[in-house]
């Protein structure tokens, strides 16, 4: 019993870690794009979903479903993404402000909720949203990307094989959006063992 309960605790931790799979990889502020990848090992349906910008005012929120899929940029044709498949979303223009703003990625509209909230970034000043992201261990509350000196053709980027969790996980550079290029490690897998079951899974912390 003790070692059922033992397993069971370690996959309660590991669906807890599960958060974020769905991330933010590349952000094209000037021109309203945004990358998005599933880093998780299962398909990810995203239709309903919603992206939150609350800084410099309206439009603040929008579905998934209700804007275009580039998809010379993207991997899917659709947002029912699988393990490693990505999409770049054409937001609608001021969605995301080129001087500062923020994305949260929500799997419902539950705005201030940190079980909602799937991945978020904030450039330029701090967000409005950037609590919500902390209480959920994905960001840290007051801290933001400097995109004050980005040039013409650049992008914010997710840095390899970082989460994506403090600023220091980005970088501005040359534009490689509709790559997903820049992506966390995969999440978790179950393997069995000897008859047991061993649960390797990886936070985005």
Do not use: H
């Not at 010379?72 to 609608?92: C, K, Y």
């Not at 701090?126 to 609590?131: E, H, N, T």
């Not at 403090?166 to 550079?173: C, E, L, M, Q, V």
Request: aromatic share 6%.
């Amino acid at each position: 019993m003790k070692r059922v309960n033992r397993i069971a605790a370690v996959l309660l931790a590991c669906s807890m870690s599960a958060q974020g799979a769905v991330v933010i990889s590349e952000l094209d502020i000037a021109n309203n794009k945004i990358e998005i990848v599933n880093t998780g090992g299962s398909s990810v349906d995203t239709a309903a979903w919603w992206l939150c910008n609350r800084v410099n005012g309206s439009p603040f929120y929008i579905t998934f479903g209700s804007v275009g899929i580039i998809a010379a940029e993207s991997s899917s044709m659709d947002l029912n993404l699988g393990a490693g498949e990505f999409v770049t979303l054409q937001l609608t223009a001021g969605f995301v402000p080129d001087g500062n703003g923020e994305l949260g990625i929500y799997n419902t509209n539950s705005f201030a909720s940190s079980t909602a909230i799937e991945d978020y970034v904030v450039w330029g000043a701090i967000g409005v949203r950037d609590s919500v992201a902390q209480n959920a261990g994905i960001w840290t509350d007051n801290q933001f990307i400097d995109v004050s000196g980005i040039g013409a053709g650049e992008t914010v980027q997710l840095l390899p094989s970082q989460a994506g969790n403090a600023p220091a996980d980005y970088t501005i550079g040359a534009s490689t959006i509709g790559s997903a290029t820049n992506v966390p490690e995969p999440g978790s897998a179950l393997l069995a063992v000897g008859g047991s079951a061993l649960l390797l899974c990886r936070r985005r912390s």
